[in-house]
């Protein structure tokens, strides 16, 4: 509690300026009655002034936070995850890799699942074809999906999920960089159960792919 000493000092001097008034003891009770209320008025009212300034002058006040817990994206069909790359994308499903103009079109809309290849944990070879980059004035969000493929290491994780519902691990066991012309890396081989990625290298051109290897992990 704060007073205004002040004020208290000011409020005294008169009453003792009163008191040393020769009429003082013939003074009426009303008068002394009525020095005591004003002196004691102004005292509660400063106390209360200044709480009522307290609460209002910016000092910190408890507020209890809602917590609201942060909603997931809806993943539906098949997508890519490489946390380590930060890739999150879409995968178009058996797309014709020789219809140029269909096989680009599913590019907009992520990454291309090229047709007659294994599925995700199917026996033989997902092959799964992404931009590393592509002209700025096409459209699609994902030009620059595989851009930092080349940053994968071996025994680093690839994850592929299905309605967020299945989910398929792998591990990367090899990674190269082939000639364009090169197509046995679309090979099937149904005793094995992996995952190809592949984009063209070096970023910018279109002479050479990098192909990232990996193993389902079972």
Known sequence: MHIDMHKFLSLNKIWEKIKALKSYKSAPLVLETLVIIVIGGTIVGHIFYSKSAASTSGAPV????KIIKKKEPEEKGYWLHIDKLQINVPIVI?????NKTAYFKSLEDGVAHMKGTAKPGEPGNT??????????????????????LN???????????????????????????????????????????????????????????LVVIANLIE
């Open 127 to 148: 092959f799964i074809f992404g931009h590393s980059s592509y002209y700025e004035s096409s459209p699609g969000n994902y030009k620059k999906i595989f851009a930092t």
């Open 62 to 65: 408890e507020v209890t936070k």
């Open 151 to 209: 940053d994968i290491e071996e025994n680093d994780e690839i994850i592929i999920k299905l309605d967020n519902k299945q989910t398929w691990r792998y591990k990367v066991k090899d990674k190269e960089i082939i000639e364009a012309t090169q197509t046995e890396v679309t090979h099937q081989d149904k005793s094995k159960k992996i995952l190809t990625l592949m984009t063209c290298w070096p970023i910018g051109t279109k002479d050479k792919r």
């Open 94 to 98: 058996d797309v014709d890799g020789k």
